[in-house]
């Protein structure tokens, strides 16, 4: 059954390549130090998400 007021939910892009990943977010997901794997590039990175902006953490 689909919700009437239906979340907008966008991609998580891979911060290396930059292609799409498995994931995705709604608006109200937060996510600390979550491990974002890339199946195109097969890297691993550590990111934090909040409100659709995504910011790597470490290098």
């Known amino acids: ?14 911060p290396v390549c930059g292609n799409k990943t498995r994931l995705r977010l709604r608006q109200d997901t937060i996510l600390l130090y979550f491990p974002l794997f890339c199946p195109k590039c097969r890297a691993e990175s550590l990111i934090d998400a909040k409100n659709f902006k995504i910011r790597q953490v470490g290098g």
């Open 1 to 14: 059954m689909k919700n009437e007021d239906s979340e907008e939910q966008k991609w998580v892009y891979c």
